[in-house]
């Protein structure tokens, strides 16, 4: 199946009885236009979108009478880091970016891929954390720079 063109997203629909077959990818795949896939129920999905075209969490591919093909990430082992002051969020925001660490900030919570050095210098800057499995459900999108 050849998708050249997003459906929908399944935010914008309404409650549906349709049986959702989930093509899985993970978090970096959010930011290609050209990808081959298979969901979970085995159909094999060409995505082939417009130049400018991002993939979106809960993206519609295809629809039919009884199912829905989605896009959702993977579920990952995660950080979920909760700074209590803003200094707390300073010192750890300041850690990630010098890492060059991908994270998205959500609320109250920065959430990191889990990488298991990362848990000394969480623990180095004293900001509370768990452990845990997200989605993510945005794409990341690296920013240029030059050294």
Same mark, same amino acid.
């Given at each position: 199946? %050849?998708?050249? @063109?997003?459906?929908?997203? #399944?935010? +914008?629909?309404?409650?549906?009885? &349709?049986?959702?077959?989930?093509?899985?990818?993970?978090?970096?795949? %959010?930011?290609?236009? =050209?990808?081959?896939?298979?969901?979970? $129920?085995?159909?094999?999905? *060409?995505?082939?979108?417009?130049?400018? $075209?991002?993939?979106?969490?809960?993206?519609?591919?295809?629809?039919?009478? $009884?199912? %829905?093909? *989605?896009?959702?990430?993977? %579920?990952? @082992?995660?950080?979920?880091? @909760?700074? @209590?002051?803003?200094?707390?969020?300073? &010192?750890?925001?300041?850690?990630?970016? $010098?890492?060059?660490?991908?994270?998205?900030?959500?609320?109250?919570? =920065? #959430?990191?891929?889990? +990488?298991?050095? #990362?848990?000394? #210098? =969480? +623990?180095?800057?004293?900001?509370?954390?768990?452990?845990?499995?997200?989605?993510?459900?945005?794409?990341?999108?690296?920013?240029? /720079?030059? /050294?």
């Amino acid at each position: 199946m %050849l998708i050249t @063109k997003i459906a929908g997203n #399944l935010n +914008d629909i309404e409650s549906s009885d &349709k049986n959702i077959d989930w093509l899985e990818v993970e978090w970096e795949d %959010l930011n290609k236009r =050209i990808m081959r896939k298979e969901t979970e $129920n085995g159909t094999e999905v *060409a995505i082939s979108l417009e130049s400018g $075209n991002t993939l979106r969490y809960g993206d519609v591919l295809y629809e039919d009478e $009884n199912t %829905l093909i *989605a896009i959702r990430t993977k %579920l990952e @082992k995660v950080y979920v880091i @909760k700074p @209590k002051t803003m200094q707390e969020m300073g &010192k750890m925001a300041f850690e990630i970016g $010098n890492r060059h660490t991908m994270c998205i900030i959500e609320e109250d919570e =920065i #959430l990191v891929r889990y +990488d298991e050095t #990362l848990e000394k #210098l =969480i +623990d180095e800057v004293g900001v509370s954390y768990e452990q845990s499995e997200r989605r993510f459900k945005e794409p990341f999108k690296y920013r240029g /720079h030059q /050294h």
